[in-house]
């Protein structure tokens, strides 16, 4: 029989395991041997970046202007991003168009599913300044500091915008008659439009960045005269000497070098071509070549010593090169090029094998015996790799086997001469010369500043990797492909192939983006926490650590390991 209770006053009430009074006097933190922080970490794209451009700060922004109600919310975000991106690189828009994309390859969405398309973001960001005619920050002239920069490449160009950005004037001196070095003369209009390039030189001029084309220091000027007149001397000459196969009939008419087909095609020089042209390499530059060639109305052929596996050139480029139909002929090399009369009938190869991997870790391409063939060609671009050329370097300047010899800051043997890009490191991508271009002007400035170049100390970056995700949160999704002109168009021109992602497009893959050890205001700490210690303060978060009693919660169901657990010292 059940037993009816009667509860009239708080007396007849059992025992219960609660407080009807304050727990105030009762604080709890003391009970915690670990303490939850708020530590936000390195995103693997940021890291990964040779600008080490803020990836996850402008795809936030990015997400953000989704949320905005109003076009001018929208405006505000996207002018926030492109101003915090150029923190970092003068070019987003060029480099949106023709990075090899490494921060792409790091991304831990790639883990999941597929990687973010950063680079078309980046794109985006950058014609949206453009559009909109957004100027790059840069402060008051200081002390009056005469610096030369030798060369008008990105190297040479983004040392240029970083000394303006802190208050200098510099002047480049540039050897041919415009700026931009292979960014002007070495990447055909499909990939990257001329007018795009001049606006975002243009952008940097306009910081009062003194520009003296038609220059070569070694032919008009020498560079010991170029060091007596200025505080300090920037070298960024690039690598424009190009590699000679040698092999018997090189010196044949109709043999054209890839970097002089390429800068004769960008500055309309006339151009000679038969119909069937056989492109020697597999980099960036023989895949500008054989894709001009055939927009040129002729037929290419790429002859590479190893596989597609193997080759150096950006994978979208070889992609669309198979896509617009080009020729390949891995595993072949030429030994002959046959010529009649001086003019080319022919290239014998020979067939190649893989061998074991040499210093670069590419198995080592070994010639097949017997296995020689022949290719009726009319013309040979050889494209098979630039270097440095010395002959302008006054004595004492150290250099190596690939170029001057630097520290990792661009700093030389000379006090007062720094150099990157490269003229360093040898043939190396737009990025990567930007960014060795701002460490260098960083380290320039401290010289000037300090009488002593003495750059920042490296600090220990925590990278976020992809197991220190919760991955319970994420869904998947695919990547937001940029569309492409159709082949008959593509191959009729030299019209641009990627077409630009619309504003709703790029949100779309902006919010795909796991924005990884950066706190991105989910509230799951604050929802989960059992003691409700972790206190909302505009957005953000703070804790009440009188409460809390490092249970650890918060850091498991933190999606992004933006919390940290660490030991108590008591």
């Given at each position: 029989?059940?037993k009816?209770?009667?509860?009239?006053?708080?007396r007849?009430?059992?025992?219960?395991?609660?407080?009807?009074?304050?727990?105030?006097?009762?604080?709890?933190?003391?009970?915690?041997?670990?303490?939850?922080?708020?530590?936000?970490?390195?995103p693997?794209?940021?890291?990964?970046?040779?600008?080490?451009?803020?990836i996850?700060?402008?795809?936030?922004?990015?997400?953000?202007?989704?949320?905005?109600?109003?076009?001018?919310?929208?405006?505000?975000?996207y002018?926030?991003?492109?101003?915090?991106?150029?923190?970092d690189?003068?070019?987003p828009?060029v480099?949106?168009?023709?990075?090899?994309?490494?921060?792409?390859?790091?991304?831990?969405?790639?883990?999941?599913?597929?990687?973010?398309a950063i680079h078309?973001?980046?794109?985006?960001?950058?014609?949206?300044?453009l559009?909109?005619?957004?100027?790059?920050?840069?402060?008051?002239?200081?002390?009056?500091?005469?610096?030369?920069?030798?060369?008008?490449g990105p190297?040479?160009?983004?040392?240029?915008?970083?000394?303006?950005?802190?208050?200098?004037?510099?002047?480049?001196?540039?050897?041919d008659?415009?700026l931009?070095?292979?960014?002007?003369?070495?990447?055909?209009?499909?990939?990257?439009?001329?007018?795009?390039l001049?606006q975002e030189?243009?952008?940097?001029?306009r910081?009062g960045?003194?520009?003296k084309?038609?220059?070569?220091?070694?032919?008009?000027?020498?560079?010991?005269?170029?060091?007596?007149?200025?505080?300090?001397?920037?070298?960024?000459?690039?690598?424009?000497?190009?590699?000679?196969?040698?092999?018997?009939?090189?010196?044949?008419?109709?043999?054209?070098?890839?970097?002089?087909?390429?800068?004769?095609?960008n500055?309309?020089?006339?151009?000679?071509?038969?119909?069937?042209?056989?492109?020697?390499?597999?980099?960036?530059?023989?895949?500008?070549?054989?894709?001009?060639?055939?927009?040129?109305?002729?037929?290419?052929?790429?002859i590479?010593?190893?596989?597609?596996?193997?080759?150096?050139?950006?994978?979208?480029e070889?992609?669309?090169?198979?896509?617009?139909?080009?020729?390949f002929?891995?595993?072949?090399?030429?030994?002959?090029?046959?010529?009649?009369n001086n003019?080319?009938?022919?290239?014998?190869?020979?067939?190649m094998?893989?061998?074991?991997?040499?210093?670069?870790?590419?198995?080592?391409?070994l010639?097949?015996?017997?296995?020689n063939?022949?290719i009726?060609?009319?013309?040979v671009?050889?494209?098979?790799?630039?270097?440095?050329?010395?002959?302008?370097?006054?004595?004492?300047?150290?250099?190596?086997?690939?170029?001057?010899?630097?520290?990792?800051?661009?700093?030389?043997?000379?006090?007062?001469?720094?150099?990157?890009?490269?003229?360093v490191?040898?043939?190396?991508?737009?990025?990567?010369?930007?960014?060795?271009?701002?460490?260098?002007?960083?380290?320039?400035?401290?010289?000037l500043q300090?009488?002593?170049?003495?750059?920042?100390?490296?600090?220990?970056?925590?990278?976020?990797?992809?197991e220190?995700?919760?991955?319970?949160?994420?869904?998947?999704?695919?990547?937001?492909?940029?569309?492409k002109?159709?082949?008959?168009?593509?191959n009729?021109?030299?019209?641009?192939?990627?077409?630009?992602y619309?504003?709703k497009?790029?949100?779309?893959?902006?919010?795909?983006c796991?924005?990884?050890?950066?706190?991105?205001?989910?509230?799951?700490?604050?929802v989960?926490?059992?003691?409700?210690?972790?206190?909302k303060?505009n957005?953000?978060?703070?804790?009440?650590?009188?409460?809390?009693?490092?249970?650890?919660?918060?850091?498991?169901?933190?999606?992004?390991?933006?919390?940290?657990?660490?030991?108590?010292?008591?």
């Amino acid at each position: 029989m059940t037993k009816i209770l009667n509860l009239r006053t708080a007396r007849d009430l059992p025992r219960w395991a609660i407080s009807l009074g304050t727990t105030l006097y009762n604080k709890t933190g003391t009970w915690r041997n670990f303490r939850p922080v708020y530590e936000n970490k390195i995103p693997p794209c940021n890291h990964a970046c040779p600008a080490n451009e803020k990836i996850q700060g402008y795809l936030d922004l990015i997400i953000q202007s989704a949320a905005g109600r109003t076009s001018a919310s929208l405006q505000k975000k996207y002018t926030q991003a492109w101003f915090l991106l150029t923190e970092d690189n003068p070019f987003p828009a060029v480099c949106g168009r023709v990075c090899f994309h490494p921060c792409e390859t790091a991304c831990n969405r790639g883990f999941y599913d597929e990687s973010l398309a950063i680079h078309n973001i980046e794109r985006f960001i950058g014609d949206y300044g453009l559009s909109k005619k957004l100027k790059l920050k840069t402060k008051k002239l200081k002390k009056r500091k005469k610096i030369a920069i030798i060369g008008g490449g990105p190297a040479g160009l983004s040392a240029a915008y970083f000394l303006a950005q802190n208050g200098y004037r510099p002047t480049i001196f540039e050897a041919d008659k415009q700026l931009g070095g292979l960014l002007a003369s070495g990447i055909p209009a499909y990939r990257l439009p001329k007018n795009i390039l001049q606006q975002e030189i243009n952008a940097i001029i306009r910081l009062g960045v003194e520009v003296k084309t038609n220059v070569r220091i070694g032919r008009d000027k020498l560079l010991e005269n170029i060091l007596n007149n200025h505080d300090a001397v920037f070298i960024a000459t690039g690598a424009h000497q190009e590699r000679t196969l040698n092999i018997t009939g090189e010196d044949a008419i109709g043999v054209i070098p890839a970097l002089k087909f390429l800068s004769d095609l960008n500055t309309g020089r006339k151009i000679k071509l038969g119909q069937k042209v056989a492109v020697i390499g597999g980099g960036n530059a023989a895949m500008d070549a054989a894709r001009s060639i055939l927009r040129l109305g002729k037929e290419p052929i790429v002859i590479y010593r190893r596989t597609k596996n193997e080759m150096p050139a950006i994978l979208d480029e070889i992609n669309d090169a198979e896509e617009e139909k080009i020729k390949f002929i891995f595993l072949a090399a030429p030994v002959k090029i046959i010529t009649m009369n001086n003019k080319i009938v022919a290239l014998e190869c020979v067939k190649m094998k893989l061998g074991k991997p040499d210093a670069s870790g590419r198995r080592t391409p070994l010639p097949v015996k017997d296995s020689n063939f022949k290719i009726k060609v009319d013309n040979v671009i050889p494209a098979i790799g630039e270097q440095p050329d010395f002959s302008f370097l006054t004595a004492g300047i150290k250099t190596t086997d690939r170029g001057i010899q630097t520290d990792e800051f661009g700093i030389t043997n000379i006090p007062g001469i720094f150099a990157a890009g490269d003229c360093v490191t040898g043939p190396r991508t737009v990025v990567e010369a930007i960014g060795a271009g701002k460490k260098a002007a960083d380290a320039l400035i401290k010289y000037l500043q300090k009488g002593k170049a003495v750059p920042e100390a490296e600090q220990d970056e925590k990278v976020v990797q992809f197991e220190q995700l919760n991955q319970n949160y994420f869904e998947p999704t695919p990547r937001l492909w940029p569309e492409k002109l159709n082949i008959q168009k593509r191959n009729k021109g030299f019209k641009e192939v990627y077409q630009p992602y619309s504003g709703k497009e790029v949100e779309t893959e902006s919010k795909r983006c796991f924005s990884c050890g950066v706190c991105n205001r989910c509230d799951n700490c604050f929802v989960f926490c059992p003691d409700m210690a972790v206190l909302k303060k505009n957005s953000y978060y703070e804790y009440n650590y009188d409460y809390c009693k490092g249970c650890g919660i918060c850091v498991l169901e933190c999606p992004r390991y933006a919390i940290s657990l660490i030991e108590e010292k008591r």
